[in-house]
C-alpha cells in the first residue's frame, strides 16, 4: 500500500528556515501530483501548496508565496518543502498528500482530491 513519510519539521525561530521531506512508497511516484497541507492547534487541516506529477507546475496558497517552495524528485520518489522566512502563524502540523488520479492536468488543492496521507511532521515558529 501507498506509504508516506514525512521528515524535517522541527522548533525554529521567526525568520528561520525549514526544509520538509516526504518520501513516498507503493506508487508509481512520477504518475501522481503531490501536495503539503497543514493543520494549526484547533483548527482545520489547510492547503499549502502542491506540485503536478512532472514537477513543471506548482500552486501555493497566498500566505505561503514567496517564502515556501515546493518540489519534488521523481528518481527519489520525494517531494519537498522548503520554508524561509518563518512566522510564528506557520507553526502546525505538515502532511503531505498524494493525489488519487494518474497525470492530471489541473493540480489538486482539496483534501478531498488526495487519496493518500503522511502521518504528519510538527512545525513550530517561536516569536
Known amino acids: 500500500q501507498v506509504q508516506l513519510v514525512e521528515s524535517g519539521g522541527g522548533l525554529v525561530q521567526a525568520g528561520g528556515s525549514l526544509r520538509l521531506s516526504c518520501a513516498a512508497s507503493?506508487?508509481?511516484?512520477?504518475?501522481?501530483?503531490m501536495g503539503w497541507f497543514r493543520q494549526a492547534p484547533g483548527k482545520e487541516r489547510k492547503f499549502v501548496a502542491a506540485?503536478?506529477?512532472?514537477?513543471?507546475?506548482?500552486y501555493y496558497v497566498d500566505s505561503v508565496k514567496g517564502r515556501f517552495t515546493i518540489s519534488r524528485d521523481n528518481a527519489k520518489n520525494t517531494v519537498y518543502l522548503q520554508m524561509n522566512s518563518l512566522k510564528p502563524e506557520d507553526t502546525a502540523i505538515y502532511y503531505c498528500?498524494?493525489?488519487?488520479?494518474?497525470?492530471?492536468?489541473?493540480?489538486?488543492?482539496?483534501?478531498?482530491?488526495?487519496?493518500?496521507w503522511g502521518q504528519g511532521t510538527q512545525v513550530t515558529v517561536s516569536s
Open positions: 498528500a498524494a493525489d488519487s488520479r494518474k497525470k492530471v492536468l489541473i493540480i489538486p488543492t482539496i483534501s478531498e482530491r488526495f487519496g493518500s
Open positions: 506540485i503536478n506529477w512532472s514537477g513543471g507546475n506548482t
Open positions: 507503493g506508487l508509481t511516484f512520477s504518475n501522481y501530483a
